[in-house]
């Protein structure tokens, strides 16, 4: 079974300033990472995604994610927040290769402050 | 090529009641995913259908089921709604052998 652990369940990060949401996971098996971003009254939106390959994957909006094995995290960075990037966001692992299921982490809520 | 779609909206029903979410795939998606979102319990996997069969199922009660027609549209079905139902209930699909999910914009549904 895979689990997804996001530590910060809110982040409020002044406009302009950079920022990280944090995410790691657990799994016995390879696995592909997402970041998915909640507006709200609003359904889920693909950020970006880590499938193989090179561990820094960009995304949209400006947001870029690196994939570390061996500490096995997918932390999600954006070197310059916008009012605009006021969202949920939920980190989730899907087991490589097979017809499994994605396992979401808790979400992060993160708040601008203009 | 439109997204997926969900209805209704939103729904209002009563303890006891039945109700029935429908969600339209993207055109050529055969895998249709459902998910509750609630503030206490987060992103929940309901189940997964694939060409009409049930792929995948999460930890919920029997009072949840859900079936996938030919053309990919599937509906859930919650019976005897508990107030601990109310919840955005989420769809995605995605291509055959994909790893991407497409989702929808959710059902709101409130049981008073």
């Known amino acids: 079974a895979q689990s997804v652990t996001q530590l910060d369940s809110q982040v409020p990060v002044f406009e302009e300033a950079p920022v990280e949401l944090r995410c790691n996971y657990s799994s016995s098996v390879s696995v592909y990472l997402f970041w998915y971003v909640q507006y709200p009254n609003q359904g889920l939106q693909l950020l970006l995604k880590?499938?193989?390959?090179?561990?820094l994957v960009k995304g949209i909006n400006g947001f870029e994610a690196e994939f570390n094995k061996s500490q096995t995290s997918f932390h999600l960075r954006k070197p310059s927040v916008h009012i605009s990037d006021t969202a949920e966001y939920f980190c989730a692992v899907l087991p490589a290769g097979g017809n499994e299921k994605l396992t979401f982490g808790t979400g992060t809520r993160l708040t601008i402050i203009p | 090529k439109a997204g997926v779609t969900q209805t209704p909206r939103y729904l209002i029903k009563t303890r006891g009641q039945q109700v029935t979410l429908s969600c339209s795939p993207i055109?050529?998606?055969?895998?249709v995913s459902w998910y509750q979102q609630t503030p206490g319990q987060g992103l929940q996997f309901l189940f997964e259908?694939?060409?009409?069969?049930?792929?995948n199922k999460g930890n919920f009660p029997g009072r949840f089921s859900g079936r996938q027609f030919s053309n990919s549209r599937s509906e859930m079905n919650v019976s005897t709604l508990e107030l601990g139902d109310s919840a955005l209930y989420l769809c995605a699909s995605r291509l055959t052998g994909g790893n991407e999910q497409f989702f929808g914009p959710g059902t709101r549904l409130t049981v008073l």
């Open positions: 880590y499938l193989s390959g090179s561990t």
């Open positions: 055109s050529g998606h055969r895998s």
């Open positions: 259908y694939f060409s009409e069969t049930q792929r």
